[in-house]
C-alpha cells in the first residue's frame, strides 16, 4: 500500500518491516517475507522489493536522486565544486547533533539568508558583528551551485604569517549553495549543513534540518560544552535574529506595497541564486 517502512535515522537493524501488513524486506530492498503467503497464489517476491533510488556516495556525502532513474555522476551537477568539496575532507568528520527548526518563510527566503553579508552589521549587531566583517565578500557561480565567502575580524592576522601557512578556514566563513535547498558551511574547525524544505504546500512555511559535524569525537565534558556552545549559538542567530525579521517579510510579500526586491551589486550571490531558480522552473514548465 506504500506505507513507509523506515522513519528518522538509525542502524544495526538487519532489515525494513512494512508498519501495515509486517512485509519484511532486507537491507538491499529485497521482499523476503510475507506474512500468509499462501493468499498471494503465483506471487513472485522477486517482483515486488522496495523500488531503487539512484545513490552515490562521494566526498564524504550521500547524493541521492528522489525519482527513480539510472546511476548518475554527482560530479556532473556540481560545476566545479568537486575540488572544493574534495579538499575538505568531510568523511572525517563526525556527527555533533541535528536540530530541526520549522520558519514561517517561504523557504528561499531562508536561503537567502546565508547569502550576503550586507545584513550584519545592523541585524547582527550583538551576535556575531564582532566576529564577522559586514559588506565584505567574494563570489563565484558554480553552475547552478554557488560559492561566497565572508571575512572573518582576524583574517589581518594571516599576513604575519608565512606564505606557505596561509589558509582561509581559519580567517573566514565559506557558505556553498548546492542547488537548490542545501546551504554547506565551512568556518573554523567545524561543517554545519543546512537543509530547507517547503513545508506542504503553504508557500509561507518552511521546514529545515540543522547538522553540526566536527573534526574529532566528542569525548570529553570540555569539547561536550565547546560544541553545545557552537551549536546553540547558530540555532540563536537565526531564531532569535533572522527569522523573526524574516516571518515578518515573509507577511510583507503579501501587501501591495511590495512589487519586487532589488538586490544590490554587493549581494552577487542572492542575484545568482534566483536567476538559477527562474530558469529552471521556466525550463520545466
Not at 549543513?193 to 503553504?202: A, F, K, L, S, V
Not at 511590495?258 to 542575484?271: C, D, K, M, S, V
Request: net charge negative; hydrophobic share 35%; proline share 7%.
Amino acid at each position: 500500500r506504500g506505507a513507509p517502512v523506515a522513519d528518522g535515522c538509525g542502524k544495526g537493524k538487519p532489515n525494513f518491516v512494512c508498519p501495515y501488513h509486517a512485509w519484511v524486506y532486507g537491507i538491499d530492498g529485497s521482499l523476503e517475507f510475507v506474512p500468509g503467503e499462501e493468499g498471494f497464489e503465483g506471487f513472485d517476491k522477486a517482483l515486488h522489493g522496495l523500488t531503487p533510488l539512484p545513490v552515490q556516495e562521494k566526498y564524504g556525502m550521500i547524493w541521492a536522486m528522489m525519482q527513480p532513474g539510472p546511476d548518475f555522476e554527482i560530479d556532473d551537477y556540481l560545476g566545479g565544486l568537486a575540488a572544493d568539496l574534495s579538499s575538505y575532507g568531510f568523511s572525517d568528520f563526525h556527527h555533533y547533533e541535528t536540530r530541526e527548526l520549522s520558519p514561517r518563510m517561504n523557504w528561499k527566503l531562508v536561503v537567502d539568508t546565508f547569502l550576503e553579508s550586507y545584513h550584519i552589521r545592523t541585524l547582527h549587531r550583538n551576535s556575531i558583528a564582532p566576529l564577522i566583517e559586514s559588506n565584505v565578500s567574494t563570489f563565484d557561480g558554480l553552475g547552478n551551485n554557488l560559492r561566497t565567502i565572508y571575512v572573518r575580524k582576524n583574517y589581518g592576522e594571516m599576513a604575519s604569517l608565512p606564505e606557505d601557512r596561509w589558509s582561509l578556514i581559519p580567517y573566514t566563513t565559506i557558505v556553498y549553495v548546492l542547488f537548490p535547498n542545501t546551504v554547506l558551511v565551512v568556518q573554523q574547525e567545524q561543517v554545519e549543513t543546512w537543509r530547507i524544505y517547503p513545508d506542504g504546500n503553504d508557500p509561507n512555511l518552511a521546514k529545515m534540518h540543522v547538522s553540526l559535524y566536527t573534526p574529532e569525537p566528542v569525548s570529553t565534558e570540555g569539547a561536550e560544552r565547546h560544541w553545545a556552545n557552537n551549536m546553540n549559538l547558530l540555532i540563536r542567530v537565526v531564531d532569535q535574529e533572522d527569522f523573526p525579521l524574516g516571518e515578518r517579510m515573509q507577511v510583507g510579500f503579501h501587501s501591495a506595497a511590495q512589487r519586487h526586491i532589488t538586490f544590490g551589486r554587493n549581494e552577487p550571490a542572492l542575484g545568482h541564486f534566483h536567476r538559477r531558480l527562474d530558469e529552471v522552473v521556466l525550463a520545466t514548465a
